[in-house]
């Protein structure tokens, strides 16, 4: 993701596939800065504690909490935030930060509608490219299985019909 040829490429294709979702909810979950942990050990907790209120998202809402895709940006200091587009019905931002707080401790939670789905993909993979690379071994982007559309597959060269070729009788 941090190519310069490659790393805008890849976002451009991760956007793309993005766009073809239906998110509700754009989400940004925060960790409080914790000099005692690495960037590594708070990532891992903060990714445990999604999947955690995933989990009790879809046992709560069940066939309408329909699936999400995160991007892991970590700050200078190292200290990661989640940005999650998402498509679930309301959830109230106390409820959601207090949720949060008791997973991880940090209760900054920023919950917000879409209203114009247009640009929300962007939104959420400019965090891609801009943001500093997550560790060696741990994802920069995920999402629920089946939320994101697969990319299209490309056309092979092999793959395309030769022209009809039209005889004529003679009679």
């Not at 993005?18 to 925060?30: D, E, G, H, K």
């Not at 900054?108 to 640009?119: T, Y």
């Not at 490219?129 to 060696?136: N, Q, S, W």
């Not at 994101?148 to 005889?167: G, L, Q």
Request: a positive charge; glycine letters at 4%; hydrophobic letters at 35%.
């Amino acid at each position: 993701w941090s190519c310069p040829s490659c790393g805008p490429r890849k976002a451009r294709r991760l956007r793309k596939r993005l766009a073809r979702t239906q998110p509700s909810r754009l989400i940004t979950l925060t960790l409080k800065p914790d000099p005692s942990l690495t960037s590594v050990e708070m990532l891992r907790i903060a990714n445990r504690a999604w999947s955690i209120l995933w989990r009790r998202l879809r046992r709560r809402f069940g066939s309408r909490a329909v699936g999400y895709a995160k991007i892991v940006e970590l700050t200078k200091a190292g200290t990661p935030h989640l940005h999650i587009i998402a498509t679930v019905p309301f959830i109230a931002q106390r409820e959601l930060s207090a949720a949060w707080a008791r997973l991880t401790g940090s209760y900054i939670v920023d919950i917000r509608k879409v209203s114009h789905r247009r640009g929300v993909a962007g939104y959420l993979t400019s965090y891609l490219t801009k943001a500093l690379d997550v560790p060696p071994g741990m994802r920069k982007w995920s999402a629920a299985r089946a939320y994101v559309p697969p990319e299209p597959p490309k056309p092979r060269e092999d793959d395309e019909v030769p022209p009809t070729a039209s005889f004529h009788t003679a009679e």
